[in-house]
Structures are given as C-alpha cells and as structure tokens.
C-alpha cells in the first residue's frame, strides 16, 4: 500500500555576497525554492533555484509544484516524477526531496542507494565573473584555498583576453577553464580558442547560443569544449553530443539527481568526459549534486561560498576541495 504524503514548499532569497556578472547578465541573487515531503514520520528535501535563461523562475516551479500536488500526495516514485514533469526546477526539487525520503526511512546514505563509493573530498573550482582584470583580482584574493579556477567570459575577444591573462599570470599554478556562456559565434571560436592554448587553459565550457551548435560542426578544437546550455537532459545528451567532448550536469536543468546519473552513465557510454555543476544555490542543492560529482572528471560545486548567508558554506572548503557532512541531507 503506498503511503499518503504530504508536500510543501517555500522560497528562499538566495542572495549573493557581491553581484555576479556573466555574458548578457549580472546576478544580485538567485532565489530557490526549497520543497519537503512528508510521510508523517520523516522528510525529505530538495532545492531548485531553476535555469534562468528558459524562464524557470521560482513562481513558474511553485506553479508546478501545485500542479501535481495530488498525485505527490498520493504517493509516487522517481520514476513516476520523471513522466509526469518536464526537466526543471520542480521535479529537480520533488527528486531530491524523494532521494532523502528513502534514505531516511532505510536508514541508508544516498551514495549508498545510488551504488557509488562512500564520499571523499574533491577538487572543485571557484568561479571568477566576467569583471574587468583588476575587479576579478579583487574577487580572487578573496576566495579561499584552492586548486582550480573557472573565469566567466564577457564574449569580447579583446576583453576576455585580458581577463584571462591576468587570471593566468597570478596564479599560474590552478587548472584553470573558462565559460563563455553563449557568448561567442562561429567566426572568433579559432582565435578564441588560440588565446585559451597559450594561456594553459584545460576547458572552454559552452562558447556558442543554445541552438547554434552547428557552428561547431567540423571545427576542431584543440582544448575539450563542454556543453552547458546546449545540453539539458537525456534527449538533448542525445542530439547534442557529438558536437561537445565534456557534459556538465546540472541538477536544475536535468530535472534531479535520478536523471544525472542516468545522463552521467549515457555520457560515459558516449565518450564524454563527465562535469557537475550547478545554478549557484546553497548547501542543499549542492548535496545531492556532490554524490553525483563522485562520478565526475569536474567538479565546479562553489554555490555555496557565493551565498551570502549560507552557514555552513565556509565548512564545506578545505585546500581547494570540497567536502559535505555525512547527515547534511539523508541518512548520515
């Protein structure tokens, strides 16, 4: 007999320490929203704060969120979450939230249920924005220990260039990439991508609009290119993959860590090289995706840091990694 449930949800602010710039945006925050579901005796967990740039906002997820409240209530499983809504904030939340659910009542760890080995630290980068050089020194000096870095592009050649060397020449010893986010078309990808080799950078992460990815047709890039944007689930992993020789998931945009571990394992299967990331957000949202990053060649888990009132973000950092408390979410 499937046991009634009970769901609810709430929004948190999700504000940032210092406004954040990216190409075509700058974010003072990103609000989430936060749902639990109950079986009476336990409850589990899950934070989305959405994809921006497809208008998946906190009130579009509250609204789906309501729209399948019954058959939440009702009972359902992953599975049945992943037919009854699209990839997105709401099942990404409504999936986590399930995951805790079963941990809890098994007594049993989520890595465990999942099959992965018990969690160790590792290596994430922290992100730089898409400043001028002197502000993204600034922000540098101010982050903590680390072993790698990731620097948001602006989509100006010229601009970025700088960006990137200055990033480069003080600290010439992190594994650096970059994210273009969408900023740049098909007729500056080979100067762009000359600048990056020379600077010893290791990853160009979605240089190109989501629907432009026939500019990467029979271009050769000689730093592996990761798909963000361009790839948001299983069926695009699908359409898109060739064209990409990383895949960074995010939680939010699959839909929850049931579908980026099916995403991860298609990766693999397809040669990719695996990345988890995720759309800022707190310690919660980054638990879930930290079992996933076990997984992973990349680890770009640095939401917590930039959040302004995250208690337990300067806890989860040591010497470049990171690392979640055992019972943070789930059974310890």
Known sequence: MTTALTLSHRRDAMAFREPFRISGYLFESMPAVIATISDGDVTGRGEAAGVYYLGDDPDHI???????????????????????????????????????????????????????????????????????????????????????????????????????????????????????????????????????????????????????????????????????????????????????????????????????LMMAKRGRQLGMKIMVGNMAGATLSTAPAFVLAQLCDVVDLDGPWFVADDPLAASLYADGEIMLPANLWGAG
Not at 172 to 196: H, I, K, R, S, T
Request: charged content about 30%; aromatic content about 4%; overall charge negative.
């Open 62 to 260: 509250e609204r789906e969120l309501e729209r399948c409240r019954a058959q939440v209530e009702a009972g359902i499983d992953r599975e049945e979450l992943r037919g009854l809504l699209p990839p997105g904030g709401a099942r990404n939340a409504l999936d986590c939230a399930l995951w805790e659910l079963e941990s809890l009542r098994k007594n049993t760890p989520v890595w465990k249920l999942v099959g992965v080995a018990p969690p160790k630290p590792l290596v994430t980068t922290f992100t730089l924005p898409a400043e001028d050089p002197a502000e993204i020194l600034r922000r540098l000096a101010d982050l903590p220990a680390l072993k790698a870095l990731k620097l948001k592009l602006e989509g100006d050649l010229a601009g970025d260039s700088e960006r990137v060397r200055a990033v480069r020449a003080a600290r010439p010893d992190v594994w650096l990439g970059v994210d273009a986010n969408q900023g740049y078309g098909g007729d500056d990808l080979d100067e762009l991508v000359a600048m990056l080799v020379r600077e010893k950078v290791l990853l160009l992460e979605q240089p190109v609009r989501r629907g432009e990815e026939a500019l990467l047709d029979n271009w050769q890039s000689p730093i592996p290119v990761a798909a963000d944007e361009s790839i948001q689930d299983l069926v695009e992993l699908e359409a898109q993959h060739a064209r990409f020789q990383v895949l960074n998931i995010k939680l939010d945009k699959c839909g929850g860590l049931t579908e980026a």
